[in-house]
Structure formats: structure tokens, C-alpha cells
């Protein structure tokens, strides 16, 4: 079977590439917006922490 | 009988190393693309089409290896009974699927351009990828019909096991068929030159990078939210107006209380009582 030319089997290469960084991408991309969750949430117990020490300590006479 | 918490020190750490093994991956990647594009010649009956191969054929393989390595991880949960195993083994599982689904559009889309069609049902090497991708598309649901975190984790390492044992045994069934279409890249027929050869080795070891270092990203966020939940747990424990985050999840849970399964009748899904809490000393107030 001779091999297609380039103008054919072009979009058929660039398509794959694609598809293979576009799965890349999305999957850190997916990652990147769960670790803002999870900052989100270390921000707000840093403020509880802040808080609960601040509870603590007693009035300084 | 209630394990007691690892102290948080004591946990593994999966960040080490990331940035390097990012940086390689990258580079790695650069390098293969650099050497299919622009190095190694169209090959002589496929022309430029042949060069999805440098793509398919590495996922494929890194995809297969890493249900298997799934298996083998699953392998040490069940022997030692620590839950970060299962975790290890639930993301290579996982990310094997996101490289499966990269191996079957890549490939349907060679076959297209080759072919004329985008699946052929009666080629042995893609119907039998396709029955591993769809076995394994079910782990995830299995582990989320699952609520109890040590039953879910004991019979998803079992599934694990018994399906990695059965891709080496399929691959192999694949190989010993003689009706096929599909090329043969390595083995006794393989008759690779060497610039072909080279260039698809480097492929693969970027690809091989690449899997490891999406594995250890994706450990290091699970880690971390885990480690995130147990400081929760530990400064909401004597309050009662905060109401601690939980909820049916497919995904490992290392920092979920240890206790056993319930054993009574109906008592599945039951909701246990967090673990003990590490032993961490809180300065008195002066």
C-alpha cells in the first residue's frame, strides 16, 4: 500500500497529537482545580486555628 | 480493634522529586516530538500517518503495564493491610484508564486514516484493548457502590489482582491469534530500522516519564487532602457547629477511621466514629 501523502494523512497526525495533549491538559487542569479546593480549605482551618488559639488564652489582667 | 493514627510526620511524602520529574518528562516529550516531526523519515508504506505510532503504541503499552502494576500494588494492600497501597494502586489504575482512552481515540483515528474505518470489530488486538478498557472502566463504580473504606479498599484490590493477572493473559492470547490486521511493532518479526527504533524507545521512556510523574502528582494532592481532612478533624472535634465534610467517594480514603467492617445485618453504610487523634500537644496557656 503506498503511503498517504502528507496533505491526507496530515489532519489524521495533528487530530492524535491533539487528542493526546488535550487529554494531558485536562486531567492537570482537573488536578490544578481540586488543589484550589484543598488551599481554600487550608486558608479557612488556619483561621479556625487562629481563632481557637486566640479562645484560649486567657485576659491578661 | 481500631488501628492508631499515623502521626502525621511519620506519613509518606510523594512531593519529593515531582519538580524534577516534571521537568524530565517535559523535556523528554520535547525531545520525542522533536525527533518524529523533524528527525526520523516518513516511513515507506504508511508515509507521515505512520507517525501516530510514536504515540499509540507508547500508550498502549504504559496503559497495560500500569493495570498490571495496579494489581501488583493491590497485591501489598492485601498483605499488609495499609490503606496507602490501595491508594497507590487506585491512581495507577486510574491514570492507566485516562492513557487507555488516549490509546483507543489515537488508534481509531491511524485506523481511519489507514484503513478507511474507524473501528474493525473483527481485529482481535482492538476488541480485546477494548474489553480491558471497559473491565477496568468498572473499578471506579465498584469502589463508589462500596460506602465502608475498608471493604471498598479489600475488594477493590481484589479486582485489582484479578484483572492485572488477566491483561497479560489477554495480551498474550492477542499474540498467539494469526487473524490479524493489526502491524506488529516489537518481536521476532519486527524488522524496525534504526532510526525507527530510536525514536519510538525515546517515545516510550517520555511516555514512561510521564506516567510516573502524573502517578506522584496526583499521590501528592490525595496525600494532601487527606492530611487536610485530618486537621480538620482534629480542630473540629469539640465543636459541635462544625458539621465535618464526608460523603460517599470511589477515591481511597487513608485518613478515614480504621475500624472494621460491620458485621450485623443491615449495618452496612454505617457511619463509624472518627479515629483516635494523632498524638499532638497543644501548649497550655500561660
Not at chain 1, 485536562?26 to 486555628?49: F, G, H, N, P, S
Not at chain 2, 502521626?7 to 516529550?29: H, N
Not at chain 2, 492485572?164 to 490479524?180: I, K
Request: aromatic share 12%; glycine share 6%; net charge positive.
Amino acid at each position: 500500500m503506498p503511503g498517504l501523502p502528507f496533505h491526507t494523512a496530515g489532519p489524521y497526525v495533528f487530530a492524535a497529537y491533539i487528542v493526546f495533549f488535550t487529554l494531558v491538559v485536562v486531567y492537570v487542569a482537573i488536578m490544578a482545580v481540586r488543589l484550589t479546593r484543598v488551599q481554600r480549605e487550608v486558608v479557612a482551618l488556619t483561621e479556625l486555628a487562629r481563632q481557637q488559639q486566640m479562645d484560649e488564652t486567657p485576659p491578661t489582667p | 480493634m481500631a488501628r492508631p493514627a499515623q502521626p502525621i510526620s511519620a506519613q509518606a511524602t510523594y512531593g519529593s522529586g515531582l519538580r524534577k520529574l516534571t521537568i524530565a518528562a517535559a523535556a523528554l516529550m520535547l525531545l520525542a516530538l522533536t525527533m518524529v516531526f523533524f528527525w526520523v523519515p516518513n516511513d515507506a508504506d504508511q508515509g507521515f500517518l505512520q507517525k501516530i505510532f510514536y504515540i499509540h503504541v507508547p500508550l498502549a503499552i504504559i496503559s497495560l503495564c500500569g493495570f498490571v502494576a495496579g494489581g501488583v500494588l493491590a497485591i501489598f494492600h492485601l498483605r499488609t493491610g495499609d490503606r496507602r497501597w490501595d491508594m497507590r494502586s487506585y491512581v495507577a489504575i486510574h491514570l492507566s484508564l485516562v492513557f487507555a482512552v488516549g490509546t483507543l481515540i489515537t488508534g481509531s483515528i491511524w485506523a481511519r486514516g489507514s484503513w478507511g474505518h474507524w473501528w474493525v470489530w473483527s481485529e482481535p488486538t482492538l476488541v480485546s484493548f477494548l474489553i480491558v478498557f471497559l473491565l477496568y472502566a468498572t473499578y471506579q463504580p465498584l469502589r463508589f457502590a462500596i460506602e465502608d473504606p475498608e471493604r471498598q479498599a479489600r475488594y477493590a484490590s481484589v479486582f485489582a489482582i484479578t484483572c492485572g493477572a488477566f491483561v497479560p493473559l489477554n495480551f498474550l492470547a492477542v499474540r498467539l491469534s494469526t487473524q490479524y490486521l493489526h502491524p506488529r511493532v516489537l518481536g521476532e518479526t519486527s524488522n524496525l530500522p534504526w532510526k525507527f527504533a530510536l525514536t519510538f524507545y525515546v517515545s516510550l521512556l517520555a511516555m514512561t516519564v510521564l506516567f510516573v510523574a502524573l502517578w506522584k502528582f496526583e499521590m501528592t494532592a490525595k496525600q494532601t487532602r487527606a492530611q487536610v481532612r485530618t486537621l480538620r478533624r482534629l480542630l473540629t472535634e469539640d465543636r459541635s457547629d462544625f458539621v465535618p465534610a464526608s460523603g460517599r467517594s470511589a477515591a481511597p480514603r487513608p485518613d478515614a477511621p480504621l475500624t472494621p467492617a460491620p458485621t450485623t445485618p443491615g449495618s452496612a453504610g454505617r457511619v463509624h466514629p472518627p479515629a483516635p487523634a494523632p498524638a499532638l500537644t497543644r501548649t497550655s496557656p500561660r
